[in-house]
């Protein structure tokens, strides 16, 4: 376990990691993860994420905010099996909104765990994802689109797995996966 501060604006270096699992939680601040990609996520204070690291990964640790420390929790497990695929999770408190942010050259399989997902991008389009239910993102040249936990009386806990498409450039398109359960799909 560690319960690290970093100073406002400081950033723990790029390092790598594999086959462990971490559960973080934000206690106070701003935490901002990215990867060797340059992908990653924002966790307000009160926000989780679990990460399978897997295979291997490079990321680094951010407080992103330049006025205040930041305060995170990470616990380290030893994951089941072996090679796992890297994934990372996410849990959102009732009516929390994952502010718009940029993608490029990702596909992503998001996965809605508990609670109601509502994806919508710069276009205004988005979908309303229910327990069980899941959408395939081709994010190719580039999406803005934010996370929210349409419930303001439950948590969502939501799993992505992120990909580097088979070829470059591909055209945005967001799909609804119903073969997960039973759900719904909107267009805003």
Same mark, same amino acid.
């Not at 009732?94 to 050259?105: D, L, Q, T, V």
């Not at 069980?132 to 803005?144: E, P």
């Not at 969502?156 to 799909?185: C, D």
């Given at each position: ?23 973080? *939680? ?84 998001? *996965? ?77």
């Amino acid at each position: 376990m560690n319960d690290d501060t970093l100073s406002p604006g400081a950033i723990w270096p790029m390092h790598p990691h594999r086959e462990i699992e971490v559960v973080t *939680y934000c206690a106070e601040g701003e935490f901002r993860h990215a990867d060797q990609r340059g992908l990653g996520n924002i966790l307000e204070k009160g926000w989780v994420q679990h990460t399978t690291v897997g295979r291997g990964m490079f990321h680094s640790e951010v407080d992103n905010r330049s006025d205040i420390p930041m305060r995170f929790i990470q616990l380290w497990f030893i994951p089941s099996e072996p090679r796992l695929v890297p994934s990372v999770e996410v849990l959102l408190s009732p009516g929390a909104i994952w502010p718009m942010h940029p993608h490029r050259e990702i596909e992503v399989v998001t *996965y809605c765990a508990e609670g109601e997902f509502r994806h919508a991008d710069q276009r205004g389009l988005g979908n309303i994802l229910e327990k069980g239910w899941g959408q395939h993102t081709t994010v190719g040249r580039g999406m803005f689109h934010s996370e929210v936990n349409n419930r303001s009386d439950i948590p969502m806990r939501f799993i992505q797995l992120w990909f580097i498409p088979s070829e470059p450039r591909l055209v945005p398109s967001v799909h609804v996966l119903p073969a997960f359960a039973t759900g719904k799909s909107i267009q805003s």
